[in-house]
Nanobody
Framework: QLQLVESGGGLVQPGGSLRLSCTVA????????IGWFRQAPGKEREGVSC????????KYADSVKGRFTISRDNAKNTLYLQMNSLKPEDTAVYYC????????????????????WGQGTQVTVSS
């Protein structure tokens, strides 16, 4: 089993930056794919960025490419999301999620594939 705790959300002005962190408590020897998802009011949860167990493969939503960077430090069991050039439309609750299920490049950032979720952290981009 995995337990996930997010931190780093908050209020930021458009054009600003935030870094989200997700600490993972691991109670399994299984490898896991991990990623960030977000859900804005009235919208479906969407995959923002995901990263393979080794860190060698990453995937980004088109809306965040070039602005967000995902990384993981397996020694510290921590996942990061560096968010730059933030826009009001990035406002949402951001969730860290992990999966021990089999995924491929097409499905590695699909929410239904993920079986462990954090509680979420609010990110608000507003002037």
């Amino acid at each position: 089993q995995l337990q996930l705790v997010e931190s780093g959300g908050g209020l930021v002005q458009p054009g600003g930056s935030l870094r989200l962190s997700c600490t993972v408590a691991i109670f399994t020897r299984d490898s896991y794919v991990i990623g960030w998802f977000r859900q804005a009011p009235g919208k479906e949860r969407e995959g923002v960025s995901c990263i393979s167990s080794s860190g060698g493969t990453t995937k980004y939503a088109d809306s965040v490419k070039g602005r967000f960077t995902i990384s993981r430090d397996n020694a510290k069991n921590t996942l990061y999301l560096q968010m730059n050039s933030l826009k009001p439309e990035d406002t949402a609750v951001y969730y860290c999620a992990a999966t021990t299920r089999s995924t491929n490049i097409q499905t590695m950032c699909v929410a239904d594939k993920y079986n462990y979720w954090g509680q979420g952290t609010q990110v608000t981009v507003s002037s």
